[in-house]
Every structure is written in C-alpha cells, then in structure tokens.
C-alpha cells in the first residue's frame, strides 16, 4: 500500500513570495490533515478535511494561508505571501474514518 | 481542550539500558493517547496508541506504555535501548480516532554506544 505523498520536500523562498505545497493521501482515506511543525516543536493542525469538506480551520492563518481539497483526493495547501515565521516542516496527513493518522514524508520550507 | 507536556527536551541513555519517556495529558474528555517517532527528515510513524481497553500498550520495535488516568500519564518505555532508537519521539492527544491530535513539544533520544 503506497503512503502520504508530498512534494515538494524542500522549497526556499523569500518573504513575501508564494508557495504552494501538494499532498496525495493513501487511497480511500476520507479524512486528511495538514500540520505544521516550527524547528523544536510538536506539530500543529492547520486544517481537517473530510472528503472534500473544511471540519477545522480555526487555527489556519486565513490572511495568509489556504487549503483546498477537490473532489475529495488531493490536497493543496498555499501562503501567499510568506513571512519568516512561515519555516517549518509541513506535514499531510490521511485517515480512514475513526483510525490511525498516516503521515507523508513532510515539506520543509526555508523563508528567507 | 487538550494538551500535552512531554517532561525533557532531551534524554541520553547508554545502549542496553533502560529507556523512559514521560508524557502527563490533560483532557476534558476521555482521551485517546498516542506515542509516535519521527526521524531524522522523516514524517511521523506510529509506535502505539490507547483507546480503550487494556491500559499496558505494546507497540513495534519493543516500545511499550501504560496509560495511568489518576496520574494522566501516559510514559513510554523500552527494557533494552539500541542506536537505532535514537531519534524524535512524540506523544499525542485527541478526543476520538477522527479527530485531530494535539502533540506535545517532543524529546530527543540520545542512545550512547
């Protein structure tokens, strides 16, 4: 069974720019989550989708941040535009209602 | 709410000794806990989890936990540390199995040959 893909896995950019990060969870998971975790902390959530529906967003920057998942499957998450607070490693991932959460390998962004 | 403290930034044991990773939670509902270990540009992968049940948990590569509710801990162990167990670990909280989970800030594992 293949797991979480993410891509990119590294992207450095500068303040200001945008940037947009891809996630294909493991197949027939319904729920999907994008974390983020700041150097020497535990991960963050962002934003919860089931299907293709927004369950928690209340700690998504909304100013800066946007997540969409079309048709169910894939997830895109974009800053536009990035501070430098915005570094970090950003981690998707999927679930079969009321199981496990399966990690993607993660997308560390370097803002400078 | 919940939280999570995960009490030591970083903890060094020798190889062969005892390994002890503490974790307290604080729920307002019954909680499911987790234990997962991250490596080094790796995402996270689960050792183990409590939902409900039996409150001593056995996870992979030897890792165990017991879940204490009068404590509200949740520490990890391992009889017999190995260099391969050096790495980031992470205790979690969530309400249920779908919903998302609140991490603690981690510790580092140090296993010195």
């Known amino acids: 069974e293949a797991g979480v893909a993410q891509s990119p896995r590294y992207k450095i950019i500068e303040k200001r720019q945008s940037v947009a990060f891809w996630c294909n969870p493991i197949s027939g998971h319904a729920t999907l989550y994008w974390y983020q975790q700041i150097l020497g902390q535990g991960p963050k959530l962002l934003i919860q989708f089931q299907n293709n529906g927004v369950v928690d967003d209340s700690q998504l920057p909304k100013d800066r941040f946007s997540a969409e998942r079309l048709k169910g499957v894939d997830s895109t998450l974009k800053i536009q535009p990035a501070k430098l607070e915005d570094s970090a490693v950003y981690l998707c991932?999927?679930?079969?209602?009321?199981?496990?959460?399966?990690f993607g390998p993660g997308t560390r962004l370097t803002v400078l | 709410a919940q939280s999570v403290t995960q009490l030591g930034s970083h903890v060094s044991v020798s190889e062969g000794a005892l390994v002890l990773l503490r974790c307290n939670y604080s729920?307002?509902?019954?909680?499911?806990l987790f234990w997962y270990v991250q490596y080094p540009n790796q995402g996270l992968q689960l050792l183990l989890k409590?939902?409900?049940?039996?409150?001593l948990v056995k996870g992979i590569n030897g890792f165990e936990a017991e879940f204490k509710k009068s404590e509200t801990s949740f520490h990890l162990t391992k009889p017999s540390a190995h260099m391969s167990d050096a790495a980031e670990y992470f205790c979690a909280v969530s309400a249920s199995g779908n919903t998302p989970l609140v991490f603690g800030k981690g510790t580092r594992l140090s296993v010195i040959a």
């Open positions: 991932a999927s679930s079969l209602a009321g199981n496990e959460q399966f």
């Open positions: 729920s307002s509902v019954p909680p499911y």
């Open positions: 409590y939902t409900t049940g039996a409150t």
